[in-house]
C-alpha cells in the first residue's frame, strides 16, 4: 500500500480550482448549504477509475488552466469536460512519477473537470466535508499557485479498468427536464408556456452558485414577495426583473422569490457543465 503524504504541488489554477467531496448535506437547519461537486457522477467517477471510495475529495478545475507536479509517485485521473491534458487522457488512469507535471488546457466542451487522486486529497474538514463552499467562504480557501495538497494511502483495491469510455458534455442546445412548480401559481400562465417553449442563455454572472438564464421575462400573477423559504438544487427561482436563476451546488439555502420549477436532480449534472453563452431548454418530465 502506498503511504499517503503530499501529493501535488499546485503551478497554476485557471480561472477557479477548489477541493470538493460531495459535500455537507443535512445541515440546511443549520444555515448550511450542502455544496460538493458540481458535477457529482463526475467525481464519483474520477474517484472509480484511481480505486477511491466515490466521495473522496478530488480537485474541480473550471475551463482548464490547472497545474500540478507530483511531490511522489501518484495515481490520478481526470473526468468532466474532457481537457486536453500534457500527459495521458481523460477518462484514464495516468501514472505520474515525482517531479512530474500534469497540465489541464481549455476544454472544446463543458466546464468543469474532476482530478482524482489515488487516496483522496486530505485537505482539512469543515463541518465533516472538504468541499469549498463558494457563496459561504465555508471549507478549504480556493487553490493558489504554491499550495501542497496532501492525499491518503492508497486503498486497498485496485482500480478496475484503465479507461472510462463515457460520453463527454454537451457542446450545442441542452435539454433540461423540471417540474413545474412550487410556486408557479404566482406567475401569470403564460409564463410557465414561454420557460417550457423559448430557449435560454446561460449568462456570464454564472457561478457554482447558480446559473442566470437570459431570456424572455416571466411576469408575475402575485405581487409582493414570500416570505423567506428553503431552496434545492434545481430550483428555477425568478427575482423581480422576471429573469430565471437555476440554482447550483452553492445556492443559498432560503429564498424570498418564488420558484416557477425545479430542475430534476438526475440533470443536475448535465446543468453543471453548460457554458456561459450556451442555451438550454426546459421540457416537463413525464409522469
Known amino acids: 500500500m502506498t503511504r499517503?503524504?503530499?501529493?501535488?504541488?499546485?503551478?497554476?489554477?485557471?480561472?477557479?480550482?477548489t477541493v470538493q467531496?460531495?459535500?455537507?448535506?443535512?445541515?440546511?437547519?443549520?444555515?448550511?448549504?450542502?455544496?460538493?461537486?458540481?458535477?457529482?457522477?463526475?467525481?464519483?467517477?474520477?474517484?472509480?477509475?484511481?480505486?477511491n471510495p466515490e466521495g473522496a475529495a478530488a480537485v474541480e478545475a473550471t475551463l482548464g488552466g490547472l497545474a500540478v507536479r507530483a511531490l511522489r509517485p501518484v495515481t490520478v485521473a481526470v473526468t468532466g469536460a474532457p481537457a486536453p491534458l500534457s500527459t495521458?487522457?481523460?477518462?484514464?488512469?495516468?501514472?505520474?512519477?515525482?517531479?512530474?507535471?500534469l497540465e489541464l488546457g481549455a476544454p472544446p466542451v463543458g466546464l468543469r473537470s474532476y482530478l482524482a487522486v489515488r487516496g483522496g486529497l486530505t485537505v482539512a474538514e469543515v463541518l465533516g466535508s472538504r468541499s469549498r463552499d463558494v457563496l459561504a467562504a465555508l471549507g478549504p480557501a480556493p487553490l493558489a499557485v504554491g499550495d501542497v495538497l496532501p492525499a491518503g494511502p492508497a486503498p486497498d483495491a485496485l482500480p478496475h479498468v484503465d479507461l472510462a469510455p463515457v460520453r463527454t458534455p454537451a457542446g450545442g442546445e441542452v435539454v433540461l427536464r423540471v417540474v413545474l412548480g412550487p410556486r408557479d401559481d404566482w406567475f401569470v400562465p403564460e409564463a410557465a408556456r414561454r420557460l417550457l417553449a423559448e430557449p435560454w442563455t446561460v449568462g456570464q454572472a454564472s457561478d457554482r452558485v447558480g446559473m442566470r438564464l437570459d431570456g424572455p421575462a416571466l411576469g408575475r400573477a402575485v405581487d409582493g414577495e414570500l416570505p423567506s423559504e428553503g431552496m434545492v438544487p434545481g430550483a428555477v427561482q425568478v427575482p423581480p426583473g422576471g429573469r430565471p436563476v437555476l440554482f447550483l451546488a452553492d445556492h443559498p439555502v432560503t429564498g424570498g422569490y418564488p420558484v416557477i420549477a425545479v430542475v430534476l436532480r438526475a440533470d443536475l449534472d448535465l446543468a453543471a457543465q453548460v457554458r456561459p453563452g450556451q442555451t438550454l431548454r426546459f421540457r416537463t418530465a413525464p409522469r
Open 88 to 101: 495521458g487522457a481523460p477518462y484514464g488512469v495516468i501514472q505520474l512519477a515525482e517531479g512530474e507535471r
Open 21 to 51: 467531496d460531495l459535500g455537507r448535506p443535512g445541515l440546511a437547519p443549520m444555515g448550511v448549504g450542502a455544496s460538493g461537486a458540481a458535477d457529482r457522477s463526475a467525481l464519483r467517477l474520477a474517484n472509480r477509475l484511481v480505486g
Open 4 to 17: 499517503g503524504g503530499d501529493a501535488l504541488e499546485v503551478l497554476a489554477t485557471g480561472p477557479l480550482a
